[in-house]
């Protein structure tokens, strides 16, 4: 019961980390310390634990009472990038608050211009989120492509919501969300490729270690035959490797 009850602990705070981030990812990266503690205080954590929190946010470039340096964790062609991308849209036309709003209005009425300059208005946007997402395995050039692509696409959505004032938030959301789906997937695929990377060595390792033995090059079955990996493994690892394995029969 009791390791039960410890591992449904960890799960519970794993799900109220991810909640803190999406949260502060709405702030602009920004927490106030009082949302942290009462996000927490279900699970009734030691000073410690909180203190180890805290350190995670500010690891995650996230804010806690105070606004963080959002291109801190940008890397030098990065931040040539930003800057090239936001000298692209300067020239476009600025929007007054009320001329936003007049153009929420004909966007939700339909209007196909009003729309194509919504689109304009939130590029500086999309910049200002992908910032957000700085360093967490995705470049920021990437970022905002794929941000982007959200926001046209967003546009053709905002039917959906019931009512101009909400188109702004609508559009944060789409765009955040499919960076966020870019992230999961950058990182699942990076998670799949390491894996990938050790099944190769791990094959040449054995490879070579029987080659040795038999003072020549193996085959697949015979590799097959003294290790545990199985004969689909080994051709797949040879491909994978682009048939550099040199101790195997052709593996180069």
Excluded: C, W
Aim: hydrophobic content about 40%; proline content about 1%.
């Amino acid at each position: 019961m009791a390791d039960t009850e410890r591992i449904l602990k960890e799960k519970r705070f794993a799900a109220l980390l991810e909640e803190l981030k999406r949260l502060a990812r709405e702030q602009g990266n920004t927490l106030e310390s009082s949302q942290v503690e009462a996000l927490f205080e279900e699970l009734h954590l030691s000073s410690d634990q909180m203190t180890h929190v805290f350190q995670y946010l500010k690891a995650a470039h996230i804010g806690v009472d105070e606004a963080p340096d959002l291109d801190a964790a940008l890397t030098q062609d990065e931040t040539d990038y930003l800057n090239d991308y936001l000298a692209s849209i300067a020239a476009m036309p600025k929007r007054s608050a009320q001329e936003k709003e007049a153009l929420h209005i004909r966007a939700h009425a339909g209007e196909e211009a009003a729309r194509k300059d919504l689109i304009e208005v939130y590029l500086e946007t999309v910049a200002d989120i992908a910032r957000l997402y700085a360093d967490q395995g995705v470049y920021l050039e990437d970022l905002i492509g794929q941000g982007n692509v959200a926001l046209t696409h967003g546009v053709t959505m905002i039917d959906a919501v019931e009512h101009p004032s909400e188109i702004e938030g609508f559009l944060v959301k789409y765009i955040m969300d499919a960076m966020e789906t870019l992230i999961a997937e950058t990182l699942q695929e990076k998670a799949k490729d390491t894996k990938a990377l050790k099944k190769v060595n791990e094959v040449a390792e054995k490879a070579q270690e029987l080659a040795q033995d038999l003072r020549r090059k193996v085959t697949v079955a015979e590799l097959a035959q003294e290790t545990e990996f199985s004969e689909e493994e080994i051709r797949e690892a040879m491909r994978i490797s682009g048939y550099q394995i040199e101790d195997i029969e052709g593996g180069h």
